[in-house]
């Protein structure tokens, strides 16, 4: 099955700093990124999802960027602010066809501090 | 649309008792799931269903089963239940042929002592 790792565990900003959290996957033939974010005893929500055809992807403050070479996917907060303090999870499928089906990385924990 | 709704938002089980975690979607989705979420260690997939009428194993199914009553509910059921059950439990649904964004109920908080 897939192996998603996602680093760091936890990262603390200043408000108006940038914000970078990456994870790696295993199976090369996944095809569908997605990254949720979940705020403190809130349920997860998408935020952004990339498919493997492109390498970048911008929705206003945050981003996510691609490297199918490296299985590696990271997403950007710029500008960050408070209320973007929450836990976010990266995810993949285990295997083309299966997009539906998603493991997640263990979460990272992003303080912004005013 | 009420998305994913669950019941019950908290429980608590001695070792031992069995209960059932209810979670329906009004969004007519065909895949549902039933993650569980512990400090540190992310959410992690216990049952799916990726359409009415099958059910299929995720990464931790030991000690739950589940049933796909119809389209719209997906229960998850806890026969004996342990301590190291003791965790956050998410209902979620999605198209099978996308997009593929899962939409997450509120969650059930289930402590075993």
């Known amino acids: 099955g897939e192996n998603v790792e996602q680093h760091p565990s936890t990262l603390s900003v200043q408000e108006g700093d940038s914000a970078v959290i990456k994870c790696t996957y295993s199976d090369s033939a996944s095809n569908y990124f997605p990254w949720y974010k979940q705020e403190l005893g809130k349920r997860p929500q998408l935020i952004i999802d990339i498919r493997s055809n492109v390498g970048e992807k911008k929705d206003q403050r945050i981003a996510v960027t691609l490297n199918k070479t490296a299985k590696h996917f990271s997403l950007h907060i710029t500008e960050t602010q408070p209320e973007d303090s929450a836990v976010y999870f990266c995810?993949?499928?285990?295997?083309?066809?299966?997009?539906?089906?998603?493991?997640f990385g263990k979460g990272t924990l992003l303080t912004v501090n005013p | 649309n009420a998305g994913v709704t669950q019941t019950p938002k908290f429980q608590v089980l001695k070792t031992g008792q069995s209960m059932t975690l209810q979670c329906a979607q009004d969004m007519n989705h065909n895949s549902m799931y039933w993650y569980r979420q512990d400090p540190g260690m992310g959410l992690r997939l216990i049952y799916y269903?990726?359409?009415?009428?099958?059910?299929d194993k995720g990464e931790v199914p030991n000690g739950y089963n589940v049933s796909r009553l119809n389209k719209r509910e997906f229960s998850l059921r806890l026969e004996s239940a342990a301590p190291s059950q003791t965790s956050v439990y998410f209902c979620?649904?999605?198209?099978?042929?996308?997009?593929?964004?899962?939409?997450f109920g509120p969650g059930t908080r289930l402590t075993v002592t």
């Open positions: 269903s990726a359409s009415e009428g099958t059910t």
């Open positions: 979620a649904s999605s198209d099978t042929g996308g997009p593929y964004e899962q939409y």
């Open positions: 995810a993949a499928p285990p295997r083309r066809g299966s997009n539906y089906k998603l493991t």
